[in-house]
């Protein structure tokens, strides 16, 4: 479904309460048919998660994702997510449909395996000297300085023209999407791409996820050909919802969306190479739908607060985060094309850690009220 992005209804100004609303009718048929059959994780509290994208930096998505699984206090009832976070959920909805918790753990570190193998026959690599000294981004790597020039003076379709993506062969190896496409898939996944011809967001639900659909919410325009599906051409959904939130309001029944950032929303030092500029560019256009998303909904939770008889009429949402901002802003862009296990994995314990802290302070908040204040995050 191509879908209008909800958060255009806005006001100019947010509202600073805990919790947060939307309108809470709208939902998708497909969903409610299949609702009856569809297995719920058994779990005290279920929460709806938001994977933002960003190539590589996913794997700190995977060690949120690793470390959720474990306590079986929490489960999730819808995932929203965009590129790389489009598929840490789509692999963790097979893991999940196949093996339960311990299922998706596999399956997520199968997947970041596979990821790293196949990056390991290819020539974006740190140094020797990068290894030595711990420097995650490729920027010395002579093959990278080849490889971003080349990108910004030809097309995909000059470059690549057989259209070669190495992701395909991972996906396909690690998922069955017939699994997510089955009723009694235990989650509902909404994956986000972006309409190149009309430049609107377009959502996959579970019914339409297929390998082809991961990777078109996961083109990046500067390095693969745009992904054809029912003939129209998709590129990253970041450009218009890195995730988008609005489908987690209107088709899941959790009030609580967790997002996992990956992208920085600020940054103290101002960029001045090219490639810092580019790279802030980037997270600034990519944090961009989120941030009005939640403007619309602060917006909506104050006319609620305000309002005793709204709480019939619209839904208040409660919002979560998880981020490492301060790991991920002294990364630079070109960390995001590396693949090498042990930044993946030092990625992934950082994730690890800042789920486990996330849930330490706020697991008995989770139900009640928002746990990132709306208005100094996203306002």
């Given at each position: 479904?191509?879908?209008?992005m909800t958060a255009e209804a806005a006001a100019p100004h947010g509202g600073g309460a805990d919790s947060h609303a939307f309108h809470a009718h709208g939902r998708t048929h497909r969903h409610d048919d299949h609702k009856a059959e569809r297995r719920i994780m058994p779990a005290d509290k279920l929460v709806n998660l938001a994977l933002q994208g960003g190539g590589a930096h996913g794997a700190f998505t995977w060690g949120v994702l690793d470390r959720l699984l474990e306590d079986e206090r929490i489960?999730?009832?819808?995932?929203?997510?965009?590129?790389?976070?489009?598929?840490?959920?789509a692999v963790l909805a097979y893991g999940l449909s196949v093996g339960g918790r311990d299922g998706a753990k596999k399956a997520l570190a199968s997947f970041w395996r596979r990821v790293s193998h196949a990056a390991a026959f290819g020539p974006l690599q740190p140094t020797l000297l990068d290894r030595i000294l711990g420097n995650r981004s490729l920027e010395a790597s002579p093959a990278f300085v080849m490889f971003d020039l080349m990108t910004r003076l030809f097309s995909p379709y000059q470059l690549?023209?057989?259209?070669?993506?190495?992701?395909?062969?991972?996906?396909?190896?690690?998922?069955?999407?017939?699994?997510?496409?089955?009723?009694?898939?235990?989650?509902?996944?909404?994956?986000?791409?972006?309409?190149?011809?009309?430049?609107?967001v377009r959502v996959f639900d579970n019914m339409d996820i297929t390998a082809d659909t991961v990777l078109a919410s996961g083109c990046l325009p500067f390095l693969f050909q745009a992904v054809e599906l029912?003939?129209?051409?998709?590129?990253?959904?970041?450009?218009?919802?890195?995730?988008?939130?609005?489908?987690?309001?209107?088709?899941?029944?959790?009030?609580?969306?967790?997002?996992?950032?990956?992208?920085?929303?600020?940054?103290?030092?101002?960029?001045?190479?090219?490639?810092?500029?580019?790279?802030?560019?980037?997270?600034?256009?990519?944090?961009?739908?989120?941030?009005?998303?939640?403007?619309?909904?602060?917006?909506?939770?104050?006319?609620?607060?305000?309002?005793?008889?709204?709480?019939?009429?619209?839904?208040?949402?409660?919002?979560?985060?998880?981020?490492?901002?301060?790991?991920?802003?002294?990364?630079?862009?070109?960390?995001?094309?590396?693949?090498?296990?042990?930044?993946?994995?030092?990625?992934k314990e950082t994730g690890r850690e800042r789920a486990q802290a996330w849930l330490d302070r706020n697991f008995e908040r989770v139900g009640r009220e928002s746990t990132t204040d709306i208005r100094d995050r996203y306002l």
């Open positions: 479904m191509d879908a209008p489960g999730f009832d819808g995932i929203s997510a965009t590129s790389a976070g489009a598929m840490n959920a690549n023209p057989t259209n070669f993506n190495p992701l395909r062969q991972v996906l396909e190896q690690t998922v069955d999407f017939d699994a997510i496409r089955r009723a009694e898939c235990p989650v509902k996944l909404f994956l986000s791409a972006t309409n190149v011809r009309t430049g609107k029912d003939g129209e051409s998709y590129w990253d959904g970041g450009y218009m919802g890195n995730p988008a939130i609005f489908p987690l309001i209107y088709n899941c029944d959790s009030p609580d969306v967790l997002v996992v950032h990956i992208n920085p929303i600020e940054r103290e030092e101002l960029p001045r190479s090219a490639t810092e500029i580019m790279n802030r560019i980037n997270e600034i256009s990519f944090n961009s739908s989120l941030m009005r998303e939640m403007r619309a909904i602060s917006f909506v939770t104050r006319l609620i607060d305000e309002n005793d008889g709204l709480e019939r009429q619209l839904r208040r949402m409660m919002i979560h985060s998880i981020a490492a901002d301060d790991v991920m802003g002294k990364l630079g862009v070109a960390s995001k094309l590396n693949a090498d296990w042990e930044f993946l994995s030092a990625l």
